[in-house]
């Protein structure tokens, strides 16, 4: 379904892509990194989406039965898809991808509820932004709930804007290029 979304008309970052290493606030090591195609990537997404809390599944996503989990992952991991996967050691603490969408890419974000809160959905968002610019992504946008202040909030510092507000969803977009090397 084409619509008209409103982009803002300034470009946001730079963002550095991955792999990327940081101490969360909690004092773990994690590291991001772009979505290497390995079934051990594959079954540790699989595993972090089956315990994810409901509380936090958002329009649908993530699917809940493992069945639905496992579609909707080889869904989002086609190549024209972008995906970044925060790692604690071995296990997937957060995963972030960018989905094409007309002319622009839209985001979807997902941290583990044990994760939340300790600044790693701020480096995987800036990650994935980066991946995308670095692969000619122009424009990306998102829905949130209106409710979600601790998300809205983050998306704000990292450069989104409000582009839609008209129903309990808020569309905010961002723009990574201004448009003249614009792949999407």
């Not at 101490?23 to 989406?49: C, F, K, N, T, V």
Request: glycine share 10%.
């Amino acid at each position: 379904m084409s619509r008209d979304r409103r982009f803002p008309d300034e470009v946001a970052g730079p963002f550095e892509s991955p792999p990327r290493r940081f101490e969360d606030r909690e004092g773990r090591e994690i590291e991001i990194r772009a979505h290497d195609g390995s079934e051990r990537e594959y079954e540790a997404l699989a595993s972090m989406y089956g315990e994810f809390d409901p509380a936090d599944r958002a329009q649908g996503i993530p699917p809940s039965d493992d069945r639905r989990i496992r579609e909707w992952l080889d869904n989002i991991f086609c190549d024209a898809c972008l995906n970044v996967i925060a790692w604690d050691g071995d296990t997937a603490a957060g995963h972030a991808t960018l989905v094409p969408d007309d002319d622009a890419h839209e985001l979807a974000i997902f941290v583990l509820q044990e994760y939340q809160e300790a600044g790693i959905g701020t480096h995987l968002m800036e990650a994935l932004l980066g991946h995308g610019a670095e692969s000619g992504v122009g424009k990306v946008w998102l829905t949130v709930e209106r409710w979600n202040q601790p998300a809205v909030g983050l998306y704000k510092k990292i450069g989104f804007e409000i582009s839609d507000s008209e129903s309990f969803e808020m569309e905010m977009a961002i723009r990574l290029t201004d448009g003249s090397d614009e792949g999407g």
